[in-house]
């Protein structure tokens, strides 16, 4: 029983010290953004930010997709605007950046339409794995979560990934989303600042 106890005491120290580096990794995070106000070096830092606390190896960030042909109330052929990539060599970034229309958004439907955040341990297995294109990143491991406006504009999702299955958990989505609200004030600021100085080179 002492035994038992001592590694109970043991893992509870221990997530209690893992909790309090995530916490003191956000508030870094939360600070490095809250000084940056151009909009696309703020995009990649956040970027970056969520492939480091998610332990992830590839982070990407995308705009909302744009809906090709006719029907937009259940489409199944999307243009894809990458913002910011983490991870990437040169070429797979490339291909991201160039990606013609895709057929099949599969599991990437609750993420940008349905505003859910997603956890997948093994995509070769979940049938929504469809319609990927051609030299995309052989992840095994997904996670997938969306960014709005504080007032609930979707701006568009972060989509990450391990090559490694069951990588992500539902810690990982707690934390992005954490992420995700600490960019939504910090885009909309760099927004704000944009505009005022717009409205300053017009006087």
Known sequence: MAQTLDESRA???ASLQQQAEELGQLNRIAIALTSEF???RLLQLITDAARKVTAAEY???FL?????GEDTQAPNKVSFNLAAISGANEHIEQHFRHLGPVEGIGLLEPVFWAGSSIVVDDVLQDARYVGIPHGHIPVRSFLGVQL???EGTNLGAFLIGHTQPSRFSNRHVELMEVLSAQAAVAIHNAQLVARERLAMETY
């Open 38 to 40: 151009d909009l696309r």
């Open 148 to 150: 709005h406006t504080r």
């Open 59 to 61: 982070a990407a960030f």
């Open 11 to 13: 893992q509870l120290i």
């Open 64 to 68: 909302l997709p744009e809906i090709v």
